[in-house]
């Protein structure tokens, strides 16, 4: 080690102690995560439906349906790409403040906007706050060492899981309880995203990011990364000239792996009708309670009961044990069923809180899968590979919704009506599980079959005959050929012998 004084006569920075390091750190969790919990507070959010097609707005039905939510999908699609890219050479804090004025745009256009082109524009805003968010999970493994990465992760997690339950009970609340209409509920929104906007103008930016900026020395106790065993000798910058191919033919290689695949798949498929669901259930459950009686309007109960269950069958996922590789197939074929009849019971049912119950428990049976997907993609690559694999999941789903979006409910395609979309959802989900179940069942008995052919076990033997084996190959190599003679007698057995012979 080098002294203080000659590392600053020498020029060599001195590495903050562990206090020091360990007192920052705090203040950063802290900052970080109270962040993550002010930017969920949007407690309009539950109930801008209904605001749409009340008599503030004054939209129709089919226009909320047909015209409006759909742009959403497509704008979507048309950001995440950018934005992805963005996140990482601007190295996060950019993004995130970008979301924070996206988010203030979405409720300026939600309060002043009159037209349909003016809904259309905040569905583009809204898009980009979707597409930020990855900023803010990435941001944090920037700004801490590897060691304290699933600290970190739970931290921000389970502070934005805090925020969004909160924000929910806190609009209905204001609904239910204290009767304010939803227009004085959006104004309140607009304040809290405000604020939320100014904590993101002091977050720390960070130094290094995972692709595009990874310059200086690494942290100490970091492992190198994948793109630095891809080339140690590489100067800094160059690879960007081949990085990326290299990164994508590892990613075909590690596409072999069946559960990869399996994983991904069910990510890209399940993802798709997941968000059109949550996209267009709000206004399923208008058309299941046409009220004009805002406190009769329990959107903001069911958001928070959905996201209380979601996160507890998230966290009980982590205590499955199981051969992934044999039951995964069958239990995703489980799930999806359980998918598929929740789905058309939101169709079929005309008791609003019964439609309320079904989509609660619909949000359930996927966060129960998301851990298990991530996990299952992920404990086999490393984390350059793992966001890759997740980028193009999450982009490939997003193609996906972006043409069920425009086939079902764009009115430049079949244009359906909010109860029939969710038919053809059931009947996504259905194909989806005979997919599934199909496949489970070719795995199930390919495994009795290969366990019925498989050579039979060894005989089991004594610990006396397992013990005598190699006490006599010991002691002569040539009692192999000999007949074994009969086992030697007890003293007992030898005086009962004569007697046996009379």
């Known amino acids: 080690m080098v002294p203080s004084s000659q590392a600053m006569e020498k020029g060599v920075p001195v590495e903050p102690g562990p206090d020091l390091e360990l007192k920052s750190w705090r203040c950063l969790v802290f900052y970080l995560c109270f962040y993550g919990f002010m930017a969920q507070l949007r407690p309009g959010e539950s109930f801008i439906t209904p605001y749409l097609l009340g008599p503030e707005k004054n939209f129709t039905r089919e226009q909320v349906t047909n015209e409006i939510t759909p742009v959403l999908s497509y704008s979507y699609l048309a950001v995440l790409v950018p934005v992805f890219l963005l996140t990482d050479y601007l190295r996060y804090k950019p993004v995130l403040v970008l979301q924070g004025l996206s988010y203030v745009s979405v409720w300026l256009l939600l309060l002043l906007g009159r037209s349909v082109l003016h809904m259309q524009l905040m569905e583009l805003f809204f898009s980009v706050t979707m597409a930020a968010r990855i900023a803010y999970s990435s941001y944090i493994f920037s700004l801490v060492r590897p060691a304290r990465y699933q600290r970190m992760a739970g931290y921000s997690r389970a502070a934005t899981l805090l925020g969004v339950f909160t924000s929910s009970v806190l609009g209905q609340l204001l609904v239910t309880v204290g009767g304010l209409p939803f227009s004085t509920l959006n104004y309140i929104s607009l304040v809290l995203l405000a604020f939320s906007l100014v904590l993101a103008l002091f977050l720390k930016r960070p130094k290094r990011s995972l ?42 290689d590690n596409l072999r792996s069946p559960q990869l695949r399996l994983w991904s798949l069910w990510w890209v498929f399940n993802s798709a009708a997941y968000y059109l669901i949550v996209y267009y259930v709000h206004i399923l459950w208008n058309v299941v309670h046409p009220t004009t009686d805002t406190t009769a309007v329990y959107n903001g109960g069911a958001d928070a009961a959905s996201t209380l269950l979601g996160a507890i069958t998230s966290f009980s996922a982590g205590f499955v044990k199981i051969r992934w590789a044999l039951w995964a197939k069958l239990v995703i074929a489980g799930v999806t069923a359980v998918q598929a009849v929740l789905v058309f019971l939101m169709y079929s049912t005309n008791s609003i809180w019964l439609c309320y119950v079904a989509f609660v428990l619909f949000r359930g049976a996927y966060q129960f899968l998301v851990p298990i997907a991530t996990f299952q993609i992920a404990s086999s690559l490393s984390k350059e590979l793992c966001a890759l694999v997740f980028g193009v999941n999450t982009f490939l789903a997003t193609v996906l919704k972006t043409v069920i979006t425009l086939v079902v409910s764009d009115k430049r395609g079949l244009g359906l009506p909010v109860h029939s979309q969710f038919l053809v959802y059931f ?12 496949g489970a069942m070719l795995v199930v008995l390919r495994h009795f079959r290969d366990s019925h ?20 190959s010991v002691q002569d190599g040539g009692l192999s050929s000999l007949q074994p003679g009969p086992p030697p007698l007890t003293s007992q057995e030898q005086n009962q012998q004569p007697e046996a012979k009379a």
């Open 211 to 252: 692709f595009f900026n990874r310059g200086g020395p690494v942290r100490r106790g970091a492992s190198p990364s994948e793109l630095d065993r891809m080339n140690p000798d590489a100067e800094p910058g160059a690879w960007r000239d081949w990085t990326l191919v290299r990164m994508l033919r590892e990613l075909g």
């Open 427 to 438: 009947v996504y989900f259905l194909v989806l599980f005979g997919v599934y179940l199909s």
């Open 453 to 472: 052919h498989a050579p039979q076990p060894p005989e089991l033997r004594s610990p006396a005959e397992e013990k005598a084996v190699p006490m006599l």
